[in-house]
């Protein structure tokens, strides 16, 4: 039995298979689409220009995705908050280390009165 996600993966792959295809025999045989009554195939300029689409429409597509890509990532630099200097990170660091040093010898002394209640 297969799991939706799995499905779901197939479907993609079947698709992707396809459409890659599709375009392979378009682009180096328009001709198909003639046979399909989608072109005219006598006239030569048809051809060519269902050519040009098939390589113009997915270069533009991966422009304009690459475009907004860089958006984005422009976008994120400029609107996220500078982090803090690495100078200020250690000093932190080390003040917590002495905060919990200067805890331990009191929880010990609590321990130490407990287990003496005890006796």
Same mark, same amino acid.
């Given at each position: 039995m297969v799991s939706k996600d799995q499905g779901?993966?197939?479907a993609i792959l079947a698709v992707c298979v396809i459409v890659a295809i599709g375009y392979i025999v378009t682009l180096f045989y328009p001709n198909w689409?003639?046979?399909l009554g989608i072109v005219n195939v006598q006239d030569p300029s048809a051809l060519f220009n269902v050519q040009f689409?098939?390589?113009a429409v997915p270069v533009f597509i991966a422009f304009v995705?690459?475009?907004f890509i860089g958006a984005w990532i422009g976008w994120t630099m400029a609107t %996220?908050?500078?982090p803090?200097?690495?100078e200020?990170? %250690?000093t932190e660091i080390e003040e917590k280390k002495e905060e919990t040093k200067a805890e331990e010898p009191a929880a010990e002394d609590t321990e130490e009165k407990?287990?003496?209640k005890k006796k």
């Amino acid at each position: 039995m297969v799991s939706k996600d799995q499905g779901i993966g197939g479907a993609i792959l079947a698709v992707c298979v396809i459409v890659a295809i599709g375009y392979i025999v378009t682009l180096f045989y328009p001709n198909w689409l003639g046979w399909l009554g989608i072109v005219n195939v006598q006239d030569p300029s048809a051809l060519f220009n269902v050519q040009f689409w098939v390589i113009a429409v997915p270069v533009f597509i991966a422009f304009v995705a690459i475009m907004f890509i860089g958006a984005w990532i422009g976008w994120t630099m400029a609107t %996220t908050p500078p982090p803090k200097p690495i100078e200020e990170i %250690t000093t932190e660091i080390e003040e917590k280390k002495e905060e919990t040093k200067a805890e331990e010898p009191a929880a010990e002394d609590t321990e130490e009165k407990s287990a003496k209640k005890k006796k």
